[in-house]
């Protein structure tokens, strides 16, 4: 099982920090990643955390997002900053044997968090 938590409306220029809480299996899958959905749209992957350590970002969020992990808890965080209006829309943690943009790869899913950036 995996639950967000950190989404809120913030201001166009300010931050905010998701975490992921994984439980049972789901924390040693071989990626965990954090994507997004705005109305409307597709869900896009924004970042990628594979177990040997590396990340991955979209290029739309690369030097504003970091995703990690912290083993003693299981969490898996997204920190935001520069957030922008784009940034607005639904965050989900998701976990998978596979490895790459498509949601198709991961096989759990948590419920969502609600980013809402104001101009």
């Known amino acids: 099982e995996l639950v967000e938590s950190g989404g809120g409306s913030v201001q166009a220029g300010g931050s905010l920090s998701l975490s992921c809480v994984a439980s049972?299996?789901?924390?040693?899958?071989?990626?965990m990643g954090w994507f997004r959905q705005a109305p409307g749209k597709e869900r896009e992957g924004v970042a990628i955390l594979e177990s040997d350590g590396t990340t991955e970002y979209t290029d739309s969020v690369k030097g504003r997002f970091t995703i990690s992990a912290d083993n003693s808890k299981k969490t898996v965080d997204l920190q935001i900053l520069s957030v922008k209006p784009e940034d607005s829309g639904s965050y989900f943690c998701a976990a998978g044997p596979g490895c790459s943009w498509s949601p198709n790869d991961y096989k759990y899913w948590g419920q969502g968090t609600q980013v809402t950036v104001s101009s």
């Open positions: 049972g299996t789901t924390y040693s899958s071989v990626c």
